[in-house]
Antibody
């Protein structure tokens, strides 16, 4: 069965960096896009962008350029989200989510990781 | 960018009720619409895609309809496990966008 397992919660100080992992299993990792979605406390869902798991090419949504980096290690079927120069407003749950359609097509999200809470506080 | 607006933002209902949630797109999106259910502290779960196609394993009391700009999610007979927040999402054009959510609470 398809599973996306994310790394655990993080508590970081402003200005630090964090790297969240998302390990996939149960399917061919390089056949489906991996997306990242943010949910601030008590708020809705916000699409951050996606990474082509076949080419490694990332696409970032507006508002998620510069400090946010998507990467892969296909040898272990894992996607990563790195956020640098953390700010208090980055406090949120970050989800990885598999694209449900053919790689490269804009899509819905058929499987989700359990979420990683990143808290930024001094 | 396409904006997705859900209504109502929240409401109360009883077990056994038939409930309908509405999602409106700011421009036509054909049938490129998905619905998700999210329970507190949990990840969203895909219920419906292509406006009306039920994801595998989702109970048949859930149904979706609509095309163009107006869509609905219907739960035919609300069960206790259905109390949650529901989101619509368009995947017609970049960026894919979610509605603001509809919270279904127990009356």
């Amino acid at each position: 069965q398809v599973q996306l397992v994310q790394s655990g919660s993080e508590l970081k100080k402003p200005g630090a960096s964090v790297k969240v992992s998302c390990k996939a299993s149960g399917y061919t990792f390089t056949s489906y896009a991996m997306n990242w979605v943010r949910q601030a406390p008590g708020q809705g869902l916000e699409w951050m962008g996606w990474i082509n798991t076949n080419t490694g090419n990332p696409t970032y949504a507006q508002g998620f350029t510069g400090r946010f980096v998507f990467s892969l290690d296909t040898s272990v079927s894992t996607a990563y989200l790195q956020i640098s120069s953390l700010k208090a407003e980055d406090t949120a749950v970050y989800y990885c989510a598999r694209g449900g359609r053919r790689l490269g097509e804009l899509t819905y999200f058929d499987y989700w990781g359990q979420g990683t809470l990143v808290t930024v506080s001094s | 960018a396409i904006r997705m607006t859900q209504s109502p933002s929240s409401f109360s209902a009883s077990t056994g009720d038939r409930v309908t949630i509405t999602c409106r797109a700011s421009q036509g999106i054909s049938s490129y619409l998905a619905w998700y259910q999210q329970k507190p502290g949990k990840a969203p779960k895909l219920l419906i895609y292509a406006a009306s196609t039920l994801q595998s394993g989702v109970p048949s009391r859930f149904s979706g309809s609509g095309s163009g700009t107006d869509f609905t999610l219907t739960i035919s007979c609300l069960q206790s496990e259905d109390f949650a927040t529901y989101y619509c999402q368009q995947y017609y054009s970049y960026p894919p966008a979610f509605g603001g959510g509809t919270k279904v609470e127990i009356k």
